[in-house]
């Protein structure tokens, strides 16, 4: 069974974690964060209709994101000054669904509550990676653990990591 490293528990890693389970992906998947508990960062997500088809497949559009998200018509484009530059209308797009906002924190506790809980690894970090392309990668943990994948899926946001380790600055 392949095994994959997921690192990163904001939205893609278990939003990841979730497809992989519900499409009968055979594999054994582990997912690290470097935050010892999950907490409501951020303040809202706009979804578009094309992502909320992947929402649906996860099986949370009908659910959370009816309940606790909203329409939104519009997208402002402004300045750190809050001077607008441009409003940008999005009826043209309506025909993949309406575009929604939703709260961060509730789309992402949405999310972890499906996860499996073994699967979820807090308070952890990646101390070094050793690629070997025949092999996946071996990953040592900021705790001396070491442990062998076939796939490393870095999910830890904008200022990754791990995508510096592996592809360099």
Request: proline share 5%.
């Amino acid at each position: 069974m392949k095994k994959i490293l997921i690192v990163g528990g904001g939205i893609a890693g278990p939003a990841l974690a979730i497809q992989l389970k519900k499409h009968g992906v055979s594999c054994e998947v582990t997912l690290i964060e470097q935050a010892p508990e999950f907490k409501n960062i951020g303040y809202g997500i706009a979804v578009w209709g094309n992502g909320r088809n992947v929402l649906r497949e996860i099986g949370i559009d009908q659910g959370v994101v009816t309940r606790e998200g909203y329409e939104i018509p519009w997208e402002v484009f402004e300045t750190p000054g809050h001077k607008i530059l441009q409003t940008f209308l999005l009826d043209r797009f309506k025909k993949f669904g309406p575009t929604i906002a939703i709260p961060r924190a509730i789309f992402h506790k949405t999310l972890i509550d499906q996860l499996d809980p073994g699967i979820v690894r807090l308070n952890t970090k990646i101390a070094s990676i050793t690629k070997n392309s025949r092999e996946g990668v071996e990953v040592v943990f900021s705790n001396g653990e070491t442990h062998k994948y076939d796939l490393l899926v870095a999910a830890d946001g904008i200022h990754s990591w791990t995508r510096e380790q592996v592809f360099g600055p």
